[in-house]
T-cell receptor
């Protein structure tokens, strides 16, 4: 199975509600990142959290990282219809032959209804 | 505004053709990447480059080659296109190899 796996695969909420997506991984990491992709377009970097950090905020985004459980969550507060997109976690494994490689999960499709 | 530009948004090729996908970045980044994205499989790394003329295989390099003759340009080459290479191809660049990738808009390649 993949290094980064998001849960749920799809999430449907109303505007104004909070959206929480989870990511699990298997090996030790250097950092974990979240990206967003609008339909049929490229990915946009949202936030990066390092292995020695537990929580990070950026605007309406809050990311947590639990290295003991090898998991991360992305919380989008007060969601808007414009937040409708696919969200991917990506892990950067520690050193060695993994240098330079980011491994992406399969993504969570978020739909925010007006 | 930072930019990664992929030469084609949509491309249709025939089986056996040689295909070039071009990617240009204007951020003076050392690192450039080619991914393919397929439904249910997510993004998979094909090749990456950390310097001019340097390349490293990703997770699925078979059937592909790359070229990086100038810092700003990273080309993906399909020597003999096959139908299983029909996919969305995404180019990316970064200042630090495994941090904050900037992606192009993607090329949807169909091999018939």
């Amino acid at each position: 199975s993949q290094q980064g796996e998001e849960d749920p695969q799809a999430l449907s909420i109303q505007e104004g509600e909070n959206a929480t997506m989870n990511c699990s991984y298997k090996t030790s990491i250097n950092n974990l990142q979240w990206y967003r992709q609008n339909s049929g377009r490229g990915l946009v970097h949202l936030i990066l959290i390092r292995s020695n950090e537990r929580e990070k905020h950026s605007g309406r985004l809050r990311v947590t990282l639990d290295t003991s459980k090898k998991s991360s969550s992305l919380l989008i507060t007060a969601s808007r219809a414009a937040d409708t997109a696919s969200y991917f976690c990506a892990t950067a494994r520690e050193g060695g032959t993994s240098y330079g490689k980011l491994t992406f999960g399969q993504g969570t499709i978020l739909t925010v209804h007006p | 505004d930072v930019k990664v530009t992929q030469s084609s948004r949509y491309l249709v090729k025939r089986t056996g053709e040689k295909v070039f996908l071009e990617c240009v970045q204007d951020m003076d980044h050392e690192n450039m990447f080619w991914y393919r994205q397929d439904p249910g499989l997510g993004l998979r790394l094909i090749y990456f480059s950390y310097d001019v003329k340097m390349k490293e295989k990703g997770d699925i390099p078979e059937g592909y080659s790359v070229s990086r003759e100038k810092k700003e340009r990273f080309s993906l080459i399909l020597e003999s296109a096959s139908t299983n290479q029909t996919s969305m191809y995404l180019c990316a660049s970064s200042l630090i190899s495994n941090e904050k990738l900037f992606f192009g808009s993607g090329t949807q390649l169909s091999v018939l």
